[in-house]
């Protein structure tokens, strides 16, 4: 097998701020899988708060190549080699994985959520992220996200009280979750989380940083609002600690390492009665099209990433009015858009 990787920069429709950080150009790799006359396409969203880059990815994609094997069907012998050598570059490893479901499904000339025995007709509809800004931008936001149902609202600032006042005033009937991405503290987040229940909330992600499931379960135990871990679930082994603690995890591909993984961690969450999340990083069509392939076997969607860019390089996944379209098309189910110099 062959694989090589290209780098990616998409601007974002509008900066995109949370509780830690600020970005208005998404960058990916788009990762390419040769075998026997096929390509398989894959996206690699490495995210500095797990220590990954665009860098480390492509350095560690460079040295890939080696044990790949010459059978893309071997996904459990490959998976297992990859996490031994690249553990720490996941959103990497999830980019061969990505590639590999892609390559299976055309060379089996099926979709891959069909492969997986799933019914594309059980998708959730998505969320749409809301990013930290001022009020009259938080505003104009919501207005220009009418067509989207259910909205996910970043929060984990000072202004927490004033953000989802604004988000009320534009969006009154919606249904609103919450994401504090780690921004309060064991000390403080009951207070906060009594504060925004008021705004009739669905539920608050990681309400604050990972490494305390016990003040987590205090949390959840109080009963204000349900608890979805995300920073705190990363990969599968972090799922069982987690049982009676949250409500619910946040899967993501460039967290757990792709489809295989996150297979893995959806159905541990089940056995200790956890519900579950997608989620992405801000990435193409072509990243958001992989998590998707799972979306009929979660409770929640969070696949917008590739909604919130200017210009999606690719096409094929939808997600216009929260819904995500899995096709009947082989693989992945996405093509380039117009004529890039993406190509298959
Ligand atoms: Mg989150």
């Given at each position: 097998m062959k694989l090589s990787c290209q780098r990616l920069e998409m601007p974002l429709e509008h900066a995109f701020t949370i509780a830690r950080g600020s970005e208005s150009v998404a960058r990916t790799l788009l990762v390419r899988l040769e075998h026997d006359g096929l390509t398989g396409l894959g996206e690699a969203a490495p995210n500095p708060y797990y220590h990954q880059d665009i860098a480390s990815a492509e350095n560690a994609l460079a040295d890939m190549e080696p044990v790949?094997?010459?059978?893309?069907?071997?996904l459990q012998g490959i998976m297992e080699r990859l996490l031994d050598g690249f553990d720490d570059q996941r959103a990497a490893v999830a980019a061969v994985d990505a590639a590999l479901h892609d390559w299976i499904g055309k060379r089996l000339n099926a979709p891959v959520w069909r492969l997986l025995g799933l019914?594309?007709?059980?998708t959730p509809l998505t969320s749409f992220t809301i990013g930290i800004d001022e009020p009259a931008m938080i505003g104009r936001k919501v207005d220009e996200a009418a067509e989207y149902p259910i909205l996910k609202v970043k929060v984990g600032t000072a202004n927490d009280q004033e953000i989802l006042e604004t988000v009320r005033r534009h969006a009154p009937g919606k249904t609103v979750r919450v994401d504090a991405n780690c921004g309060w503290t064991a000390a403080n987040a009951l207070e906060n989380l009594r504060r925004v229940a008021g705004f009739d909330i669905e539920f608050v992600e990681q309400p604050i940083p990972p490494g305390d499931n016990g003040a987590l379960a205090e949390l959840t135990r109080a009963g204000v609002l349900p608890i979805v871990a995300d920073e705190s679930?990363?990969?599968?082994?972090?799922?069982?600690?987690l049982a009676g603690c949250v409500d619910g995890i946040n899967i993501k591909l460039c967290k757990c390492g792709g489809i295989r993984q996150a297979l893995e961690m959806i159905h541990l969450a089940r056995g200790v009665g956890l519900k579950v999340m997608l989620g992405c990083m801000v990435e193409s069509s072509l990243g958001i099209a992989a998590a998707a392939?799972?979306?009929?076997?979660?409770?929640?969607?969070?696949?917008?990433g590739h909604l919130l860019?200017?210009?999606?390089p690719f096409a094929g996944i939808g997600g216009q009015g929260g819904r995500l379209t899995l096709s009947d098309r082989p693989g992945l189910g996405v093509t380039p858009r117009g004529a890039t110099a993406i190509g298959e």
């Amino acid at each position: 097998m062959k694989l090589s990787c290209q780098r990616l920069e998409m601007p974002l429709e509008h900066a995109f701020t949370i509780a830690r950080g600020s970005e208005s150009v998404a960058r990916t790799l788009l990762v390419r899988l040769e075998h026997d006359g096929l390509t398989g396409l894959g996206e690699a969203a490495p995210n500095p708060y797990y220590h990954q880059d665009i860098a480390s990815a492509e350095n560690a994609l460079a040295d890939m190549e080696p044990v790949l094997g010459d059978d893309p069907f071997d996904l459990q012998g490959i998976m297992e080699r990859l996490l031994d050598g690249f553990d720490d570059q996941r959103a990497a490893v999830a980019a061969v994985d990505a590639a590999l479901h892609d390559w299976i499904g055309k060379r089996l000339n099926a979709p891959v959520w069909r492969l997986l025995g799933l019914d594309a007709g059980r998708t959730p509809l998505t969320s749409f992220t809301i990013g930290i800004d001022e009020p009259a931008m938080i505003g104009r936001k919501v207005d220009e996200a009418a067509e989207y149902p259910i909205l996910k609202v970043k929060v984990g600032t000072a202004n927490d009280q004033e953000i989802l006042e604004t988000v009320r005033r534009h969006a009154p009937g919606k249904t609103v979750r919450v994401d504090a991405n780690c921004g309060w503290t064991a000390a403080n987040a009951l207070e906060n989380l009594r504060r925004v229940a008021g705004f009739d909330i669905e539920f608050v992600e990681q309400p604050i940083p990972p490494g305390d499931n016990g003040a987590l379960a205090e949390l959840t135990r109080a009963g204000v609002l349900p608890i979805v871990a995300d920073e705190s679930a990363v990969r599968p082994s972090d799922v069982p600690p987690l049982a009676g603690c949250v409500d619910g995890i946040n899967i993501k591909l460039c967290k757990c390492g792709g489809i295989r993984q996150a297979l893995e961690m959806i159905h541990l969450a089940r056995g200790v009665g956890l519900k579950v999340m997608l989620g992405c990083m801000v990435e193409s069509s072509l990243g958001i099209a992989a998590a998707a392939q799972l979306a009929p076997l979660v409770d929640w969607v969070d696949l917008d990433g590739h909604l919130l860019l200017a210009e999606d390089p690719f096409a094929g996944i939808g997600g216009q009015g929260g819904r995500l379209t899995l096709s009947d098309r082989p693989g992945l189910g996405v093509t380039p858009r117009g004529a890039t110099a993406i190509g298959e």
